[in-house]
């Protein structure tokens, strides 16, 4: 098509525009749906922050314009560099903005995309080696129905589940504990509802979701595997906007609102609806968080049970415009699970009542403060508190026993960050964080008290510096920096080199090259035991040097970028090796289970990724190859395969959109992880006769999922959006873990914990 022809295009839009919308301007629409358009019907790709262009309206260009022409034009009205890269990329760089966008909150640097749409629209793979999800853009995930990001990261290479829950994510090998996630810059220590099967934090209130495997920049630290950065919206909305929706496990509200033109808020609050009527989708996940414990097994000898659950979660952003210069922000979380169950059961001729309750609650505030002390020079200050709170009772009241169980964890931090342009060339980030985390862990066979806790804590002082360059052409980006940790209960220091290097070539290629030394002073211990319902209980604890000592983490990878023709691919090795970890926090259901080991693992890995996008549809396939090992010096093998090892992981994905309509399937298919069996003996001398540790695997893997959604106008100012998905749709049987236990007679069994079933889900929602 002629670049003369462009403007037909243009003119039917602006037509279109003016006919069916009037909350537009009659002369102007939005730089966005421009750029899209140039897209659709050239060669050419727009990449800018989204942020940026979101408010900005340009005026109708003048006729018989070229793609060339036209952006000079656009050049001219908003004060927007476009420059063209690579053959066919041109990144829109907003840092000068035009006086008319005074909702420009910060000055940022642009992230630059290698690879734009990468899994879905909205997903975006940035030069600095990271993942971007922008939610207001995203495209439909097979299996989901709401932007769970803890779900939508599990679709890129290299990111797993080994039991589908949100709470245990596994990027590269590692535990989720070795996972830094933050919301707003607070750090979040409880991930999931549901016992971990979706996520803790409303998907409505987040506005885009970062995702760094590794080449981690030095201001992110203690953490030995990924950080997962989930940020609200940094606009202030000048329109009041509300949301209500209802799916079959959850209700919940949200409101963005101003409240004058230079502050807004949001708030957004969440809760399950068991209690109002039970749908079969609650019951899937009922069974599933539930399955082999007290609330599900030996129905026959439970008499007259109750259970009581519930979940709910409520956040709050506030966001002030105190200057053309500065900005303030602050920031609310909080996260509550609720179970009790009582039951009467006939034992030794008599009948026991049995109460166990579990609580599991978490607490976020948090404020951020920017200046922007000039085009060059910006200065931020965040403080934050984050709270963490699980406790256990079991009573049995004939009998007069009691048992109480409590972990507590709450942090403090400061953290100041200044960023400085130095030249056209050179940027400079650089600042210090102050962190304070304090543990309380209890267990008493009376109301717990103060004196019977046993406390720990660890202060941590850190500094951090990176330097980026950007050659003029924008084929050449590289970050270096270092962050020092100085852990003062320890008295130690601890340096993290960290690297992230990226060239374009050939026009449609791009070498990438990342690297970095983390250290991590907390970690998350599991234990299996059955005192409580036999939920598995997850415990926050700080390194002592001993049993836990400080977790080190080395990490190198090497990949290989394409995109060219609405085709992309990626190629990513590395190889990692995690130093320090306690056996304790693997989750060793074997001879092991009780042991206190110090070791590493080491993992050896290969992402693949390729992706393929049509005029209304586009289809993806992504393969991940991983070799994970453990080595525990007093272990008499070697190499013990990773109890969170997936050798083999396929994914193929489709999607189809047009309008408002959208549409996805996929298929998801992964070797079994480790076991260990036993022998053929079974029990020798009182014990389980267990073969070599993970010298097993589970049954592979599949699942097949399909997610459609509809949106649609209802009135001028009120949408309806309407969604339906099916999560294993073929009802597949899939073993996600499997380990023995003795039955009342001292018999062995094997209990094999099961995957969600067919799971269907629906959402409505309406939009004000």
């Known amino acids: 098509m002629s670049n003369k022809n462009y403007l037909f295009f243009i003119v039917f839009f602006i037509f279109c525009q003016q006919l069916f919308s009037q909350q537009k301007s009659q002369n102007t629409f939005p730089l966005t749906e421009l750029l899209e358009i140039l897209e659709k019907h050239s060669n ?336 931020s200050l965040q403080l934050y508190h984050s709270n963490y709170n699980l406790n256990s009772t079991n009573s049995s009241i004939n009998a007069n026993t009691y048992l109480e169980q409590e972990n507590i964890l709450y942090e403090n931090s400061l953290k100041i960050t200044s960023n400085w342009a130095l030249n056209n060339l050179f940027e400079l980030n650089a600042g210090y964080q102050f962190i304070t985390t304090n543990t309380k862990d209890t267990e008493t066979e009376t109301t717990i008290t103060n004196e019977e806790a046993i406390k720990n804590g660890i202060n941590a002082n850190n500094v951090f510096s990176n330097l980026r360059y950007q050659s003029k052409d924008r084929k050449t980006v590289l970050n270096t920096g270092l962050r020092l940790n100085y852990i003062n209960t320890f008295h130690s220091l601890l340096a993290e080199p960290r690297l992230s290097f990226n060239q374009q070539f050939f026009k449609h290629f791009s070498i990438e090259i990342l690297g970095e030394i983390k250290n991590q002073s907390i970690s998350q211990v599991i234990n299996f035991q059955n005192d409580f319902l036999g939920i598995e209980n997850r415990k926050w604890q700080l390194a002592n040097q001993q049993t836990l000592p400080v977790t080190k983490s080395k990490q190198v990878s090497l990949g290989i970028n394409y995109q060219k023709n609405n085709w992309l691919a990626s190629i990513e090795s590395y190889l990692k090796k995690v130093e320090g970890i306690s056996s304790q926090t693997q989750g060793f259901q074997n001879q092991y289970e009780y042991a206190q080991l110090i070791g590493d693992y080491k993992i050896l890995g290969v992402d693949l990724l390729i992706n393929k996008k049509f005029k209304n549809f586009d289809a993806r396939l992504s393969y991940s190859f991983t070799e994970n090992n453990y080595y525990f010096k007093d272990l008499p093998a070697s190499t013990i395969p990773n109890n969170f090892e997936i050798a083999n992981s396929f994914t193929f994905a489709s999607s189809y959109s047009y309008k408002n309509f959208k549409a996805s399937g996929g298929l998801i298919w992964r070797s079994g992880k480790p076991f260990t069996p036993i022998s053929a003996n079974g029990i020798t001398n009182n014990q389980f006769d267990y073969e070599l540790m993970n010298s097993g695997n589970l049954k592979n893997y599949m699942r097949v999922d399909v997610s459609v959604s509809q949106e649609f106008k209802i009135q001028k100012k009120l949408i309806a959006y309407a969604g339906l998905s099916i999560w294993n749709l073929l009802d597949r049987k899939n073993i996600i873990n499997s380990y023995y236990r003795l039955n009342n007679n001292n018999q062995v069994y094997l209990v094999n914990q099961k995957a969600l079933g067919l799971t269907p889900n629906f959402v409505f929602r309406l939009k004000f």
Do not use: C
Not at 235 to 247: M, P, R, S, V, Y
Not at 292 to 303: C, I, Q, V
Not at 334 to 351: R, V
């Open 44 to 379: 050419y790709k727009f990449s800018y922050a989204d942020d940026d262009l979101k408010n900005i309206e340009v005026p109708e260009p003048p006729n018989m314009l070229s793609v060339s022409e036209t952006i000079t034009f656009l050049e001219g009205k908003t004060g927007f560099k476009f420059t063209l890269i690579g053959g066919n990329q041109i990144i829109v760089d907003a840092k000068i903005a035009i006086k008319a966008n005074s909702q420009k909150l910060i000055v940022e640097e642009l992230d630059e995309i290698i690879l734009a749409n990468v899994i879905a629209k909205g997903v975006s793979k940035m030069k600095d080696g990271s993942y971007k999800i922008n939610f207001d853009k995203i495209g439909i995930i097979p299996g989901l129905i709401e932007n769970d990001a803890f779900q939508t990261i599990q679709a890129l290479p290299g990111v797993e589940s080994v039991n589908e829950k949100v709470s245990n994510i596994n990027i590269r090998g590692g535990t989720n504990d070795q996972n830094l996630i933050l919301w707003d810059g607070i750090r979040i220590y409880q991930a999931g509802h549901f016992f971990g099967l979706i996520s803790a934090i409303n998907p409505h209130q987040n506005h885009t979701v970062k995702l760094f495997k590794n080449g981690t920049p030095p201001s992110y630290g203690n953490s030995v595997s990924s950080v997962i950065e989930l940020s609200s919206d940094k606009k202030i909305n000048q329109d009041f906007t509300a949301e209500l929706g209802l799916t079959f496990l959850s209700t919940d509200a949200f409101i963005d609102t101003p409240l004058d033109q230079k502050s807004s808020i949001q708030i957004s609050a969440r809760t399950s609806i068991n209690n109002a009527f039970i749908t079969p989708t609650y019951l899937q996940y009922y069974d599933r968080a539930f399955q082999n414990t007290e609330l599900t097994a030996n129905p026959d000898k439970m008499l007259n049970t109750k259970e009581k659950f519930y979940f709910s979660d409520v956040s709050f952003r506030w966001l002030y415009k105190l200057s053309e210069q500065d900005v303030l922000r602050l920031n609310y979380f909080s996260i509550n699970n609720e179970l009790k169950f009582t039951a009467e059961e006939f034992s030794l001729n008599s009948i026991q009542r049995k109460v166990s309750e579990l609580s599991q609650s978490s607490l976020g505030m948090g404020a951020y403060y920017h200046r922007n002390w000039s085009e060059n020079l910006a200065t």
